[in-house]
Structures are given as structure tokens and as C-alpha cells.
């Protein structure tokens, strides 16, 4: 039996009834349990369970138990944050040729608000020009952190980055960790990414 299937099995016999007998699922119920939470690292399905039986006295959907170990993002507040390193960044790295973004999701965001990252360093900070790329930043990373799919890390082109100077912007704190779309939606990820056991190095 596996890790999870014994912390589904502590969870059923804590919210036993009132005769003692454990909290029904069929084995259809049961698969989709275990189908949904197999991506995630045991040691975190073990807290989610233990912090529901804290708080709950009824027995957790597949979908509490995932927006307790991948809760949602507050993507306004993410926003603001990723703006921030934007702005650190052209002060770090403002004539670099390429950027190589550790949060894929951030470099989808600034190459669709300008282009590449040249589009960012000839704006000048505090113009009004900067002014209406960082609200059109904010708009469009918003839209980005609710899409369902994979990002290029990388903004410019990448053959500059054989001649030019590249600047690397590692992980922003607060992101939520690597395919929490995946985990949010109960999809199987990559084994060397389950959630909740560390980012992908």
C-alpha cells in the first residue's frame, strides 16, 4: 500500500461514524483519490490531512485537499511582486541581451509586454511609458498565471546569447512551486517535480 493510500486510510478512520465504521469509498472514489494526489510528494498529502482533521469535521473532497497543499495564487498581490523583480532586473541586468527567467510564467509576461528584453531597457524608468507597460504588465501576467501550459524561460533571442550578455533573474519568492496548474487540475507531472518534494534544479 502506498504512502498515500495509508494517509487516505488515517483520514477515513478519523471521520469514522458515530458505530465506528470508517468513512465509505469505493474503489472508483478511491482511484480518483489516489489519481488525483499521486503527483503530489506524500509528506504533503500527510500535512493536508492533518491540517483538515484540525479544521474540518467533515471528510475532505479531492479538491480541499489540493487547494490545501497548492492553494490559489493571489495573482494581483503575485503581479505587484513580479513587476518588482522586473524593475530589479533592468537595474541588475539593463544591457544584457537575453534574460533567462527561472519562473517561466515572469518571461512569458515581459515578452508579451515588450517583445524582447531590449523593449524593456530603452523605456525609461518612471516615464509614462513605463507607467502604462507596468499596468499592461500586470493585466497580461494575470492572464498568463491562468493559462495551461508550458513557457519559454528565456526572453530574446537566444542566438544573441552566443555574442551578448545574458542575465539570469533566479526564483521569485512567493510563486507558487512548478505545475501547480497540473496539481490544481488533479494531472499527473514529471516525477522529478512532484509538488511539495522541491523545484525542479
Known sequence: MSTIAK??????AYYADKDGDIYPLNDVQLAVYLDALNPCAPESVEQAARQWMRTSKWFPKVSDLLDTICPEPDLKALGLIAWAEVENAVKRWGHASVMRFEN??????VRRTFRDWSGVTWIESGSPTWAIKRQSFLAIFEQVMQEDREFDRVV?????AL????????????FPEPN???LRRGLPVQANRLIGSGRED
Open 163 to 174: 555574442q551578448g550578455f545574458v542575465g539570469e533573474v533566479e526564483w521569485v519568492e512567493g
Open 7 to 12: 494517509t487516505l486510510d488515517v483520514l477515513r
Open 180 to 182: 501547480w496548474k497540473a
Open 156 to 160: 530574446g533571442d537566444r542566438r544573441n
Open 104 to 109: 517561466p510564467e515572469l518571461a512569458e509576461a
